[in-house]
């Protein structure tokens, strides 16, 4: 049985990633950070109780700004693959918090690198690492991006992912380490951060259909991404690791659209009008923003045989209808006298 170590598995991609290591049998570790309240809902439905006979997915508490949690769990779970998710993933919370995004997101890449080469060359192993870089890293570059476009990147959350990705380059090269770098564009599902945009329109498209809320307030609204779904995306993170040779590979459907496009799907599968509704608030803007992004998958497709199966409309769709029935389950609770949680209308 292979063992796989998920840094970030409390996320969007650590969750779908889970779903999907467990169904090809893997035993599956992961990394969880210490929280006040619970932190799990994305990976509760797959969590089994440990003193049952059968269970493949354990949980550690580490953090990437802690080495020794790192060090301690990689160690004792001797992974054969890592997939190194964990970030602070937020680009416009990252012009906030510049320096903690830059700890977590590059010093704790290296951290992680740090750790590996350390007990492979202490054991012998050859542990497989997966790095989850991002498109943002291209930024002000036009595009089609692919692996060969030049990186410029317009936040301190891309300027700490492009430091995550040449460390790992750097440790492929000085040590040997298989580290493979993705570079994916956006990706959503109903599992997203609700402060993420598409995830922000959806439960605010559930909310305004069931009478639970007036408006939705929005920055950019001609910002283009290209926008996949998760579920899709994490196949292609597995199919690196499958491959003897390490390697970087961008993955993208090679379609963008607008935020108001999206805009245009949310509300219309409601039948509503999204000018009804939106509203500008400058807070929501990003003092350096990333107008165009829009990926050549090529090599992947072609080297891999990865597809993206989820196109932005269903998407998008798929994302209405959660929220919607997620937003009907509120209404429930507030007709008898419920509060309502306002947290996502306070987003960034
Ligand atoms: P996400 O939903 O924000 O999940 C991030 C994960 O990292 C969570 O499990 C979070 O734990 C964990 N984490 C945050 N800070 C940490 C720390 N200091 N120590 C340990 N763990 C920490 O992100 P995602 O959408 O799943 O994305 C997964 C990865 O892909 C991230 O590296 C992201 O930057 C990158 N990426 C995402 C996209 C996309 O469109 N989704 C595109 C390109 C690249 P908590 O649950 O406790 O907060
Ligand atoms: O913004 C605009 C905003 O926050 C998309 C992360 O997963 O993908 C994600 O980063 C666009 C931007 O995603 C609001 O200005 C307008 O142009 O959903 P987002 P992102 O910044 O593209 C990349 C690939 C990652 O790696 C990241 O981890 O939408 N926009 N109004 C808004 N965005 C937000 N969040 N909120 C708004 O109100």
């Known amino acids: 049985m292979k063992r796989a170590l998920v840094t970030g598995i409390t996320g969007q991609d650590g969750s779908y990633l889970t779903e999907f290591l467990l169904a090809k049998g893997y035993a599956v570790h992961g990394i969880i950070r210490r929280a006040s309240s619970f932190n799990t809902d994305r990976i509760d439905h797959l969590y089994e109780d440990r003193h049952k006979e059968h269970v493949n997915l354990f949980l550690h508490y580490g953090e990437l700004g802690d080495a020794t949690s790192l060090r301690r769990v990689i160690e004792t779970t001797e992974p054969d693959e890592i997939y190194h998710l964990g970030a602070q993933s937020h680009v416009r919370v990252s012009f906030d918090q510049p320096l903690y995004t830059a700890d977590v997101d590059a010093s704790g890449t290296l951290r992680l690198l740090e750790a590996v080469r350390d007990i492979d060359g202490r054991t012998g192993r050859r542990t497989k690492v997966y790095n989850a870089g991002s498109s943002e890293m291209f930024g002000a570059s036009a595009p089609p991006q692919s692996e060969k476009t030049l990186f410029y990147p317009r936040s301190p959350y891309a300027v700490s992912k492009v430091a995550a990705h040449w460390f790992a380059v750097n440790y492929r090269e000085a040590y040997g380490i298989p580290v493979s770098n993705g570079i994916l564009f956006n990706h959503e599902s109903p599992r997203r951060g609700e402060t993420f945009v598409s995830r922000k329109i959806t439960r605010a498209v559930g909310r305004i259909y069931l009478g639970l809320q007036e408006s939705l307030y929005l920055g950019n609204l001609d910002a283009r991404r290209d926008w996949g779904f998760a ?118």
């Open 231 to 348: 579920g899709d995306y994490v196949e292609a993170m597995w199919l690196m690791l499958q491959q003897d040779d390490a390697d970087d590979f961008v993955v993208a459907t090679g379609e963008s659209y607008t935020v108001r496009e999206m805009l245009d799907v949310a509300f219309g599968h409601v039948e509503l009008d999204w000018r009804d509704y939106v509203r500008f608030d400058p807070r929501y803007v990003r003092p350096t923003e990333v107008d165009h992004l829009c990926g050549d998958a090529s090599k992947i497709r072609r080297t891999l045989g990865w597809e993206p199966r989820v196109g932005f409309e269903p998407l998008v769709r798929m994302m209405v209808d959660h929220d919607v029935e997620l937003a009907r389950g509120e209404r429930m609770l507030t007709d008898h006298g419920h509060a309502l949680a306002q947290r996502g209308l306070a987003s960034p």
